[in-house]
Nanobody
């Protein structure tokens, strides 16, 4: 059974940093794409960043480029999202997901975690 488990969310002041983790199990972790998505109250879920676990190549949404970094530790089957210079508008539930394509479009992802909450106060 595929499982994705997010952790690392919390509350932080604007300008602060957090690192989210996504631990994967139950499927072929290597040579797949892991994406981070977020959903704020009343808004649609949006893709934030994606990484190819094989080569480590990455892709970011414009809204987070230069502030967020996605990385992976293949020995631990874990993908990270390091978030710097956080803004109140980054407040959302953050999810990781696994899929076969390099995309930030959620319908192409097959497996999803339960999410971790990030709250940024001004």
């Amino acid at each position: 059974q595929v499982q994705l488990l997010e952790s690392g969310g919390g509350s932080v002041q604007a300008g602060g940093s957090l690192r989210l983790s996504c631990a994967a199990s139950g499927y072929t972790y290597s040579s797949n794409y892991i994406g981070w998505f977020r959903q704020a109250p009343g808004k649609e879920r949006e893709g934030v960043a994606v990484i190819y676990t094989g080569s480590g190549s990455t892709y970011y949404a414009n809204s987070v480029k230069g502030r967020f970094t996605i990385s992976r530790d293949n020995a631990e089957n874990t993908v990270y999202l390091t978030m710097n210079s956080l803004k109140p508008e980054d407040t959302a539930m953050y999810y990781c997901a696994a899929g076969p394509l390099r995309t930030l479009i959620e319908r192409y992802y097959n497996y999803w975690g339960q999410g971790t909450q990030v709250t940024v106060s001004s």
